[in-house]
């Protein structure tokens, strides 16, 4: 990695030997094998559109359609110097402030780490960016691809976030959103909801893959020879069905309250009538409370597989 020494001039460098391991690694749940109706594993196998033949993967060649139904190839040979072509060196081009960084850009994450010789200039760009508040972008070329880089610090290290390009994110304003205006009242008592439900900070340990566990278990009922009983699938609500906004927001903000109540013993010395505050749910709306029927909002992810690369001057 070389990165400039002082000011905006680049006649200065600084190496920096460093490694890069890997931040993250897939959990994309549990695999099945497909078998044979008598139980028996079954071959993948790749067959030529034209003949029907199998053709095997020794004989296999890449090529890129540039019109349809017509390639240029390229062999192995070709495709081994495009990758030789690239350099493992990761010039930094400039600083910026660490949160100017949409997370929306963020790819695949790496931790860096000095290699030999590389503590002291490592530690002092760690610690000038973090004294900054500014994080690092630079070019990285791999594998015949360029690629744009942030290197933020961190408190034990400094973290190496690919990024993404500008055509590879999609705009919002691409979905033309029509904004549609909220009462004093609304946002008041969403406000309300959300300091309800308000932790200092995330915790990642206190969420797990609850269908990863589901699905192992059930596969654990499988081998001990017991019946699996599936459970019943919740019913989803229309999506396009008209709801009273403040009847759902007072429903939302009743049902916290509820969770965070104290415990009866707690509650029986705290039973002293007080006054209503002034921002209560009964102050700020006098409708008649109803019945609201919600659906939880699900959000499928999914995420490619861990790569370990090594980044060395």
């Not at 979905?175 to 200092?200: F, M």
């Not at 109540?261 to 102050?283: G, S």
Request: proline share 7%; net charge neutral; charged share 30%.
């Amino acid at each position: 990695m070389r990165a400039p020494e002082q000011g905006s001039s680049r006649a200065w460098l600084v190496s920096i030997p460093v490694k890069l391991y890997s931040a993250t690694e897939s959990a994309s749940g549990v695999g099945f094998n497909l078998l044979t109706p008598e139980g028996g594993r079954v071959k993948q196998q790749y067959i030529s559109e034209a003949t029907g033949a199998v053709v095997a993967r020794a004989d296999m060649k890449k090529g890129y359609e540039f019109e349809k139904g017509q390639f240029v190839v390229f062999a192995a040979d070709e495709l081994k110097a495009l990758e030789e072509g690239a350099t493992h060196v990761v010039e930094i081009v400039s600083f910026v402030p660490e949160k100017s960084v949409d997370p929306l850009y963020y790819d695949k994450a790496y931790f860096i780490a000095p290699d030999k010789r590389g503590g002291k200039p490592y530690s002092l760009l760690q610690q000038a960016m973090r004294e900054s508040e500014r994080c690092a972008l630079a070019k990285w070329s791999y594998k015949g691809k360029t690629r744009v880089v942030q290197i933020r610090p961190a408190e034990d290290g400094m973290v190496f976030q690919q990024l993404l390009f500008a055509d590879e994110v999609r705009a919002l304003s691409d979905l033309h959103i029509e904004p549609v205006t909220v009462s004093d009242t609304e946002l008041k008592l969403a406000l309300q909801i959300i300091d309800q439900v308000s932790e200092d900070a995330y915790d990642p340990t206190a969420y797990e893959d609850e269908e990863k566990k589901r699905i192992l278990e059930a596969i654990d009922r499988k081998i001990a020879g017991k019946q699996i009983v599936s459970p019943e699938a919740p019913v989803e609500e229309s999506g396009g069905q008209v709801i009273d906004l403040m009847e759902a927001l007072r429903a939302s903000l009743s049902a916290s309250k509820a969770k965070r109540a104290p415990p009866a013993k707690t509650a029986a010395k705290a039973a002293a009538p007080k006054k209503a505050p002034v921002d209560d749910v009964e102050a700020l709306s006098a409708k008649p409370r109803r019945p609201v029927k919600r659906a939880a909002p699900r959000v499928d992810v999914k995420e490619a597989p861990p790569a370990k690369v090594r980044a060395r001057k």
